[in-house]
């Protein structure tokens, strides 16, 4: 049952800050900024509970040394606050009302600092403020005018109860996010602590969109509720019908692309056949690659290119750091460059840092939108095939000299190709007079061809072309300014910016580790922590991964971001630790000490439950022999353990399920055959037993109880796979109550392997 916090009555009017002022706040949600007096107006006007009935003291004196017994009681019922603190925001002019939160008490004197979603919800527009907050024009001092005086907002200190349902309306149709959960998830943890009735929700998607929905309806019943540390149901309702009919009209026409005029529906591949797919201008095919011999170059190819300008192709590895689906300004792997002979390809080697821990590749076929681009799909073939590695036995590498020529050749100083020396002249006049060479790149183009004319070498690197688009496109691609749109990088060509994109970039989708979300990984680029640097993680897990969890093993807290580093030191107390002492009865399952479901060893013995002798024997098994007599040399306990063994094998135990062997009726069901059944024949048979008491290393043979018994004949079928040793098995055995899941987890969490 929750504790009722007694109720906080405070309320004071406050200036909003201009937006100008309260943009580098950077607030987000319902979070407010108040003064520093507030917080200590709060605390005056906090309800202190009531002092304990078993109080000795009237009334509690700071000065009065004897009183200490009373400061801590003090301390804890004065001056509380609830938790967390919640405000009803009023605007005066107009009458509205917003629940909010509070994020710090940092603003100036008598104002307060509203995010966009409190001033949308207040009412409050930017010509409230007139030009006050800004320095563009200056302010006439001889005018009569009277400016007008900032909003004011009634702040006062409200309660609400934790929330259990909410139902959300879309403002717009269309809405499909790949993961509504995790994005309301992330919204509210962050940016709210309340919500309002009847106001708009701004919820922004992974890709920079934004999704604006109507708070409708709350449960408990009211007009707001609390979202902090409550389990709250969602429902997502269309305003209307016919917006829900629009929007399942628009995700069913994403859902089934591929017709006749438009771009293919793309789809899962695989490294056996090539796919037939079609692309249009502007537009992206995606496929999945889902595996491939990752110990083999993997090639991806496209064939089938007509336009040396019009499709692109771009991979990404699908990881936890790589979340994003390849496109022109955010993809890994890249090829822009025109075709040869119809065909474009990406090689990856298997030793390619970027496919370390890769699910999948992602591939994306681009139609590049030219500006002469007729709006037809372009067709093309997709293959991906894993290639035999350079320098292996099916692909040596050629060192001979693939360029020898017979001595009868010569090579034309115009077109670079070898002719017999016979017609050389012949060949040079004809050459010369149709054929022109680039002096650059060395490449034949006919006189006066369409080629020739559009020929173009970049003067800023080695690139050159045969067509004014493929010009436009070099140009556009590699020597144009694009400005990044989750940050303010400003990158000098298309592949510098992807390269951003998916490295440093604050804004690239990575999935988090502790809070299991796609989410942006955060960060300063140019100037990164650190301890981002040293951890490995990104600034969004290393500010998640502070939330502290209790370690599954010994139940300590730890922060999550710290777990690995402190299971280890688990893994390397295992290894030091000794094997634990076990019974010496050949058919018992127990130690001598005990274990505890938490690992420890000597739990038994710690708690006063020892074996309590020195034959060897578990407490269990020491029992029925017990006696209390004086027995300084032990003669009296010899004989007890003589005349045990001798009713085993005379009478037995009568036990069904018994399987010792020194045992009348152990033998019987094991179908061997008895012996020793008179005492003539017992004796010789039970005095290597007798004699060999003092001799820990020997083993007993008592009858035990059938769940002992099975734990130990479990405990010798976990240490038959050889990992761990037998005494660790009897230990977890033990441990687990005789549940084999529950063994084989205690010994992987607390048994260290041979």
């Not at 005029?261 to 789809?267: A, L, R, V």
Request: with cysteine; net charge negative.
């Amino acid at each position: 049952m929750e504790d009722t916090q007694p109720d906080l009555k405070w309320s004071e009017a406050f200036a909003v800050l201009p937006p100008s002022k309260s943009a580098p706040k950077n607030l987000r949600g319902d979070k407010i900024l108040l003064p520093q007096t507030a917080l200590e107006q709060l605390l005056a006007a906090s309800p202190r509970p009531p002092a304990p009935s078993n109080s000795s003291f009237t009334s509690y004196d700071p000065f009065n040394p004897y009183a200490r017994s009373q400061q801590a009681a003090h301390r804890d019922t004065s001056q509380q606050l609830p938790n967390p603190l919640m405000f009803r925001l009023v605007n005066q002019k107009n009458g509205n009302a917003v629940y909010a939160g509070i994020r710090e008490f940092s603003a100036e004197e008598g104002e307060v600092a509203l995010g966009p979603y409190l001033m949308d919800a207040l009412g409050i527009l930017p010509s409230d403020f007139g030009n006050e907050g800004t320095d563009d024009e200056p302010i006439d001092l001889e005018s009569d005018m009277v400016h007008d005086a900032k909003p004011t907002v009634t702040v006062h200190a409200k309660q609400l109860p934790k929330g259990t349902y909410v139902r959300l309306r879309p403002l717009e149709a269309g809405y499909d996010p790949d993961d509504w959960k995790s994005l309301l998830e992330r919204q509210l943890r962050e940016s709210y602590t309340t919500l309002t009735k009847d106001s708009v929700l701004s919820v922004r998607g992974v890709k920079g969109e934004e999704f604006k929905f109507l708070v409708d309806k709350f449960l408990p019943e009211g007009d707001g509720i609390c979202v902090v540390d409550t389990d709250l149901e969602v429902d997502i309702e269309a305003l209307n019908e016919e917006q829900a009919r629009e929007t399942m009209r628009q995700i069913m026409a994403k859902a089934q692309p591929g017709t006749a005029n438009g771009s293919s529906k793309g789809g899962e591949i695989d490294v056996w056949k090539a796919v037939e797919g079609q692309v249009l201008p502007g537009e992206y095919v995606d496929y999945e690659l889902p595996s491939w011999d990752r110990s083999r170059p993997l090639t991806i190819e496209l064939t089938g290119l007509s336009d040396e300008s019009s499709v692109d192709l771009f991979i990404s590895p699908k990881s936890t750091r790589q979340r994003a689906l390849p496109r022109d300004t955010e993809h890994v792997f890249g090829n822009f460059s025109p075709p040869t002979d119809g065909t474009k390809s990406i090689i990856i080697q298997p030793t390619n840092v970027e496919l370390e821990n890769a699910e999948e590749l992602l591939i994306s076929v681009h139609g590049y939108p030219s500006t002469n681009a007729s709006g037809t799909p372009v067709s093309f073939f997709l293959r991906a095939k894993a290639d035999t590695a350079q320098g292996s036995n099916e692909k040596p590498i050629d060192l001979t000299d693939g360029d020898a020529r017979s001595p009868d050749e010569e090579q034309c100083t115009n077109c670079q190709q070898w002719v017999p020396k016979r017609t050389m002249v012949l060949h040079q006049n004809f050459c010369l007079r149709n054929n022109i060479s680039c002096p650059k790149c060395k490449h034949v183009f006919k006189k006066g061809s369409p080629e020739w004319d559009s020929h173009w070498h970049c003067e800023h690197d080695d690139a050159f072309g045969d067509s004014s688009s493929s010009k436009t496109k070099h140009d556009d691609v590699r020597h144009t300014e694009r400005r990044c749109p989750a940050c303010d990088f400003t990158a000098p060509s298309l592949v510098e910016l992807a390269l951003h994109r998916t490295s440093v970039c604050p804004g690239k989708l990575i999935l988090c580790q502790f809070c299991h979300l796609e989410v942006p990984q955060e960060g300063d680029p140019l100037n990164p922590s650190a301890e981002v640097i040293l951890s490995g993680l990104t600034a969004h897990e290393l500010a998640d991964g502070a939330r502290t969890t209790d370690c599954h093993l010994c139940s300590k807290i730890v922060r999550m971001r710290d777990m690995a580093a402190h299971m280890k030191h688990h893994e390397l107390d295992k290894v030091s630790r000794p094997k634990p002492d076990i019974c010496r009865n050949a058919n018992c399952g127990r130690t001598l000490h005990g274990v505890g479901s938490t690992g420890a060893v000597g739990a038994g013995t710690a708690m006063g439950q020892g074996p309590g002798n020195e034959l060897g024997l578990c407490s269990l098994c020491f029992g029925p022999l017990y006696v209390s007599m004086h027995d300084p040399e032990g003669k009296a306990l010899t004989r007890r353990i003589e005349r045990r063994y001798l009713s085993q094998l005379m009478t037995g135990c009568g036990k069904k399920w018994c399987g010792n062997e020194w045992c009348r009726s152990g033998r019987a069901n094991l179908g061997l055959e008895s012996k020793g059944a008179s005492a003539q024949a017992a004796l010789p048979l039970v005095k290597p037993l007798v004699l060999s008491i003092p001799n820990l290393q020997e083993p007993m043979h008592f009858c035990v109880d059938e769940g002992s018994q099975r734990r130990r004949k479990l405990a010798e079928m976990i240490a038959g796979e050889g990992v761990w040793d037998f005494e660790w098995c009897i230990a977890a055995c033990e441990a687990a109550s005789g549940d084999l899941d529950k063994a084989r987890e205690w010994l992987g969490n607390w048994a260290p392997t041979r």
